[in-house]
Every structure is written in structure tokens, then in C-alpha cells.
């Protein structure tokens, strides 16, 4: 097994390994995860597996989850199915940290190219250890103690109509996350806000607020500031896709973005996420 690291801060190519088989042999796999916590994501061309294969790969990392929206396999219920072809709409072409409104996010995915445009469909991750450490230290001093409520609605609820979107909301309630959350395997701090983050719970205190604009206006535009870390090309990799390939990543410390600039053509893509642990 040979590992390529891509970019400086993001990313390395790994071959001469089948993941079918990787998921058999508790060494290959050791190797492949502490790959993955050293490089955030890997990329893997041209795996000829099944979803069977891509299951019991996914597993080993732990529990899949299932997800409320997105549709899966019959068979294998931890896939879900993302196939986008009927319309230009797309819930990925933002930069986010998958399950961000769950109590417990994903620990990470495992996805699989099934169908691609000849040109189009990149996704870019971004390492957000980075995104961190690189913040002025009075920024990070501001956001030290900060939490903040994340949710669905917003975002895939947005489409549905006004009953199914309460819902989704009543099932999936908002979940309140720390700003800056610690790995629990590297210890690494990690900018822990995406687009599904909605507001700050506790901004409002005698320290951050003089008068009322210092309130939802000046907390909004912190928000946006750190929200934009990730857009940064310095704490990126972009992965230009064949059928075949798979992308591992680790959800705790990255964000990602599909880029939405292929259709009519479709895109077909399978994926296992795996159950992650609260938050601190």
C-alpha cells in the first residue's frame, strides 16, 4: 500500500490496496486509519467493490447511520443512494460537516463514485484544524467558550411543505454544538461551525454585548466570519471523480462541498456514514 499526500494541508491518494479486502485484515486497516487522521481525507481510484464491500469497509470504522431525508438501499440501509440528475437542485454545493445537527455527528463516510459527468462534479474538503490554528488569537479567545445550535430545517426542510418541514424538525431537533471542539483521537481543536449552523446560544452576555446592534448583528457577522474560513483554497483539496473511486474522510475535522456545475449530466454517488460521539 503505497499513501501520496496531495496538498500540503489536506489529502493523500492511497494504492495498491482493495478495500474489500482492507476490511478483512485488521493490520491494512490499521494503516488506513491512521492515514486518515493524519491526512483528513484519502482517495482511493478505481475500486471495483461492491456495496456489500463498501458496507463492511464502512463498519469498520463503527455504527452506520441512517439518515432522515437522503434515500438508501433496501439491502444495505447504510448507504445512502445521492443521485442527482432530475433536477439542478443539490443539497451539497455548501460547505458543511455532515450531521452537523445531530447530537452526535458522523465520525466520517465512506463514498463511492457510481456514475460521474465527463467534465464537473468536483467536491473540495477543507481541513478545519487548520481553519483554526490559523485564526488572529483574539478571534479564538472570543470563540474559546462559545456554543452553537445547528440544524436540518433550514436546509433539506426547506423544500418540503410547511407540515413535513415541522416535522422533520420535531424529529431531528437542533442540536447544540462548541464552537471550537477538541478531537477525540488527535486532541487536534477544530472550527466546529457549517451551514447548518444557525445561531450562537450563549453570545448574549455582559462580556460580548454595550448595546443591541453588539447583539444578533454583531453575532451574525462573527458567525459569518468563521463560516468562511472554509472557503479558504489554502485548507483545501479538490478531487476531480471517475466511476470507481472512493473518498474517506474524517467528518470531525473537515468540511466538504460538491460542486453543483454538471447537470443535466448525472451523478451518482453511494455513501456510509459512520455514527460519531458527542461533541466537547
Not at 448507504?79 to 458522523?106: F, T
Request: glycine share 6%; with cysteine; hydrophobic share 35%.
Amino acid at each position: 500500500m503505497k499513501i501520496s499526500q496531495i496538498t500540503p494541508a489536506i489529502g493523500a491518494r492511497v494504492t495498491d490496496v482493495h478495500l474489500g479486502e482492507a476490511s478483512r485484515n485488521p493490520e491494512t486497516f490499521a494503516l488506513i486509519k491512521a492515514a486518515l487522521l493524519k491526512h483528513k481525507v484519502l482517495f482511493f481510484r478505481g475500486q471495483e467493490i461492491t456495496r456489500a464491500d463498501h458496507e463492511a469497509f464502512a463498519r469498520c470504522f463503527g455504527e452506520l447511520e441512517r439518515h432522515p431525508v437522503l434515500n438508501s438501499d433496501p439491502e444495505y440501509p447504510g448507504l445512502a443512494l445521492i443521485y442527482r440528475s432530475e433536477s439542478r437542485h443539490s443539497y451539497e454545493n455548501v460547505y458543511h460537516s455532515d450531521g452537523l445537527w445531530r447530537k452526535n455527528p458522523s465520525m466520517g463516510a465512506v463514498l463511492r463514485c457510481i456514475e460521474c459527468p465527463e467534465i464537473g462534479g468536483d467536491t473540495i474538503w477543507v481541513n478545519m484544524v487548520q481553519a483554526y490554528e490559523e485564526l488572529p488569537e483574539e478571534t479564538k479567545q472570543k470563540i474559546l467558550k462559545l456554543r452553537a445550535k445547528s440544524s436540518i430545517e433550514p436546509s433539506f426542510g426547506a423544500v418540503m411543505s410547511q407540515e413535513d418541514r415541522i416535522q422533520l424538525d420535531r424529529d431531528n431537533p437542533p442540536a447544540e454544538h462548541p464552537v471550537v471542539r477538541t478531537h477525540p483521537e488527535t486532541g487536534e481543536k477544530v472550527l466546529y461551525v457549517g451551514s447548518f449552523t444557525t445561531h450562537f446560544v450563549n453570545h448574549n452576555t455582559p462580556e460580548n454585548i454595550r448595546h443591541g446592534i453588539d447583539k444578533t448583528p454583531g453575532a451574525s457577522l462573527l458567525l459569518n466570519y468563521l463560516l468562511s474560513r472554509a472557503s479558504i483554497p489554502e485548507y483545501q483539496v479538490r478531487w476531480s471523480w471517475q466511476p470507481g473511486d472512493v473518498a474517506v474522510w474524517d467528518n470531525r475535522s473537515t468540511q466538504h462541498y460538491a460542486v453543483n456545475d454538471y447537470w443535466p449530466a448525472p451523478r451518482k454517488m453511494e455513501r456510509a456514514a459512520i455514527v460519531g460521539d458527542v461533541p466537547y
